[in-house]
């Protein structure tokens, strides 16, 4: 009997603890760069992960360890847009040169609460910004464009999924 090939056009994307949420299509730029469906919306594949490591005291007095950084492509495709989330660590957004995210972030509460959305893209003299920061905790989603937008993302200190939440 022969083995099914493996086709690179087609991806599942599942929640951070693994549970299928859909299969689909995989944009030809996920193809090229090698990205993966992210539970949040959204490809990605990490490019670099800090080699020293830090270790985190929570409230607690619990521990972890964490890369002291991490750094992703995400590529938001036009009428995507990702889920409200947040995560333990601060983000520094950056734009790769083609189109733009809307980042509508919610405040570190309990529920997302707009309370400003900055536009990374390459339109300065518009008020997008190159990149952009988000703190600890901020709930933050991207909003639907009308094209496909790459970006990177530097997490410190460094992703991981049990420091992820979705609403």
Same mark, same amino acid.
Do not use: K
């Given at each position: 009997?022969?083995?099914?090939?493996?086709?690179?056009?087609?991806?599942?994307?599942?929640?951070?603890?693994?549970?299928?949420?859909?299969?689909?299509?995989?944009?030809?730029?996920?193809?090229?760069?090698?990205?993966?469906?992210?539970?949040? #919306? %959204?490809?990605?594949?990490?490019?670099? /992960?800090?080699?020293? *490591? !830090?270790?985190?005291?929570?409230?607690?007095?619990? =521990? +972890?360890?964490?890369?002291?950084?991490?750094?992703?492509?995400?590529?938001?495709?036009?009428?995507?847009?990702?889920?409200?989330?947040?995560?333990?660590?601060?983000?520094?957004?950056?734009?790769?040169?083609?189109?733009?995210?809307?980042?509508?972030? #919610? %405040?570190?509460?309990?529920?997302?609460? /707009?309370?400003?959305? *900055? !536009?990374?893209?390459?339109?300065?003299?518009?008020? =997008? +910004?190159?990149?952009?920061?988000?703190?600890?905790?901020?709930?933050?989603?991207?909003?639907?464009?009308?094209?496909?937008?790459?970006?990177?993302?530097?997490?410190?200190?460094?992703?991981?999924?049990?420091?992820?939440?979705?609403?």
């Amino acid at each position: 009997m022969a083995t099914p090939q493996h086709d690179s056009r087609l991806a599942t994307r599942r929640t951070a603890d693994g549970q299928f949420i859909e299969r689909l299509a995989r944009p030809a730029l996920a193809i090229e760069l090698g990205l993966e469906p992210h539970p949040e #919306g %959204g490809w990605y594949r990490r490019t670099w /992960t800090s080699p020293v *490591p !830090v270790t985190l005291t929570d409230a607690d007095g619990s =521990e +972890r360890v964490r890369p002291a950084a991490t750094l992703i492509h995400f590529l938001l495709p036009a009428g995507e847009s990702s889920a409200w989330h947040r995560v333990a660590s601060s983000e520094i957004w950056i734009w790769n040169g083609q189109g733009a995210v809307q980042l509508e972030l #919610g %405040g570190d509460g309990d529920e997302p609460d /707009t309370d400003e959305t *900055p !536009v990374l893209g390459g339109q300065l003299l518009r008020g =997008e +910004r190159t990149q952009v920061l988000i703190g600890p905790n901020v709930w933050q989603r991207t909003v639907p464009s009308d094209e496909d937008a790459l970006a990177s993302c530097l997490v410190s200190p460094g992703f991981d999924f049990a420091d992820f939440s979705m609403e």
